[in-house]
C-alpha cells in the first residue's frame, strides 16, 4: 500500500481518536496532513504534536490563540472558523484521504467541497448522507470521488459486496437495541443522559449514544444505505442482534447470505476505510466461536422506539423530510443531554417539527440549508415553549 496523506475532520471526538490510534500503529502508511476540531483544543494540540500534522483548524475561533501559540513553535500551520475547513477541503492538494467524522450536519459542507475537489472521502458522519444523501453521491459521481463507508453496518455491507457482480437482494441490518433493549416503555420517561450515552457494546460520542438508545441511528443507517448501495427502503430490513458480532448482511437472488462478523471494535471499520482495498493487521479480540453462545434476532419495537418509525416515513417521503427530521433530532438530542426535555420527548419534538416542514420535493443544496435553519428554528422554540 503506498503511503496517504490524511485530513481527520473531527479528530479529538470518539472516531477522529480511534483513527489516530489506527495510524499510531502504521505510521509509515500514513501522512497526516490536517486535523480539526470544535472545541477541544488541548487533546487537538497533542495530537498535532504526535502526529506532526502539516496543519489544523480550531472550529471555534475564540480558542485560535491558545492554538496557534503551541503549535507554532513546531512548525504547524493553525487556522480557524468552519470556512477554514470548508477552504481547505476545497483547495489543499496535499491531501488523498479525508476522514469525515464531524458529528452533525456541520459536516456536510466540508465533505461536499472535498469531494468537489476529487479527494476521496471515508465517511463517519452520518448527516450528510441522512440530509443531502442525493446530492453528497451525485458530487460524488460527478467529480469521480469515492465514498467509503465508516459505520460498522455499512463497512459490512460494503465488505459484503467486494467481488459480487449479482444485484443486491435484501439488505439485513443489524443493531445492538442499544441500552434500553429490555427497558419497559413505561419507565423510558424517566432514564436519564448518563444512562442513554451508556451504550453495552460500543464506545461512541454523546449525540450518536443518545441516537442509538433511541433507535434513531438505526433509521439514519437505513437512510445511509438507501444512498449508498443504491436500494430501496422496502430492501432493507432490520434485525435486533444484541451480542453485536453480525455487523450486517446482504442476500442475492440465489439465496445466498453473506455477513461480515468480528468482535465490536470501531477500529476495524476505521482501518478498512483507510486502508481499502488492502487489510493490515489489527490488534483486537478474535471472535472465539466456542465462547459465543449463540446469536440472537428480534424485530424492533417501532411503539417503544417511535424515532426509528419516524426514520422510515421520512426517507419514503423523501425530498427534504429527512434534512429536517435530522435538525430537530439534533436540537431534541441536545436539549435531553442538558436536561430540558424528558427521553420520551424527543421523538414528539421530532414529528411535530416535520409537520411544520415545507416539503420540496428535490432540494438544491440551497434548500437543504433552508430547511436545516428553518427546522432547528422551530424545534429550539417548541422546546423553550415546553
Known amino acids: ?15 477522529g481518536v480511534q483513527a489516530l490510534s489506527v495510524v499510531r500503529e502504521h505510521r509509515e502508511l500514513f501522512d497526516i496532513q490536517l486535523l480539526t476540531a470544535a472545541n477541544n483544543s488541548l487533546l487537538l494540540i497533542q495530537q498535532a504534536i504526535e502526529f506532526n500534522a502539516a496543519c489544523v483548524i480550531i472550529a471555534n475561533k475564540d480558542l485560535y490563540q491558545e492554538v496557534n501559540e503551541a503549535l507554532t513553535p513546531h512548525g504547524i500551520n493553525v487556522f480557524a472558523g468552519m470556512d477554514s475547513i470548508i477552504d481547505a477541503m476545497a483547495t489543499s492538494e496535499n491531501i488523498d484521504l479525508v476522514l469525515s467524522a464531524m458529528v452533525g450536519f456541520c459536516g456536510l459542507e466540508p465533505t461536499l467541497a472535498a469531494l468537489r475537489s ?29 465514498v467509503l463507508p ?16 449479482s444485484p443486491i437482494e435484501r439488505i439485513f441490518l443489524t443493531a445492538s437495541g442499544g441500552p434500553f433493549l429490555r427497558t419497559p416503555a413505561s419507565e423510558l420517561s424517566s432514564v436519564t443522559a448518563s444512562e442513554a450515552v451508556n451504550h453495552p457494546r460500543w464506545k461512541m460520542g454523546r449525540k450518536i449514544s443518545v441516537d442509538s ?9 437505513v437512510i445511509e ?11 432493507i430490513t432490520i434485525v435486533i442482534h444484541p ?16 455477513a461480515q462478523m468480528s468482535t465490536p471494535d470501531m477500529r476495524l471499520p476505521i482501518q478498512y476505510a483507510l486502508t481499502y482495498p488492502d487489510r493490515l493487521p489489527l490488534d483486537i479480540p478474535r471472535l472465539d466461536f466456542y465462547r459465543l453462545g449463540g446469536f440472537t434476532f428480534s424485530e424492533p419495537d417501532l411503539t417503544k422506539f417511535p424515532c426509528l418509525g419516524i426514520a422510515l416515513e421520512a426517507i419514503k417521503k423523501g425530498g427534504n423530510i429527512p434534512c429536517a427530521m435530522n435538525a430537530a433530532n439534533e436540537i431534541a438530542v441536545e436539549a435531553f443531554l442538558n436536561e430540558q426535555i424528558r427521553f420520551t420527548d424527543i421523538p414528539a419534538v421530532i414529528s411535530r417539527s416535520i409537520e411544520k416542514c415545507s416539503f420540496i420535493k428535490d ?11 428553518s427546522t432547528r428554528e422551530f424545534a429550539s422554540n417548541l422546546i423553550a415553549r415546553r
Open 1 to 15: 500500500m503506498d503511503k496517504r496523506r490524511l485530513a481527520i475532520l473531527g479528530s479529538t471526538g470518539s472516531i
Open 118 to 146: 476529487g479527494k476521496a472521502v471515508a465517511i463517519a458522519n452520518k448527516e450528510p448522507l441522512v440530509a443531502a444523501g442525493k446530492i453528497v453521491m451525485q458530487t460524488a459521481r460527478e467529480h469521480n470521488s469515492a
Open 150 to 165: 465508516v459505520d460498522s453496518e455499512h463497512s459490512a455491507i460494503f465488505q459484503a459486496l467486494q467481488g459480487e457482480h
Open 213 to 221: 438508545s433511541t433507535l434513531m441511528n438505526k433509521g439514519f443507517e
Open 225 to 235: 444505505a438507501c444512498w449508498l448501495f443504491g436500494v430501496d427502503p422496502s430492501q
Open 243 to 258: 451480542q453485536s458480532v453480525i455487523h450486517s448482511m446482504v442476500s442475492f437472488q440465489d439465496g445466498s447470505v453473506i
Open 363 to 373: 432540494p438544491d443544496l440551497n434548500a437543504i440549508l433552508d430547511t436545516d435553519k
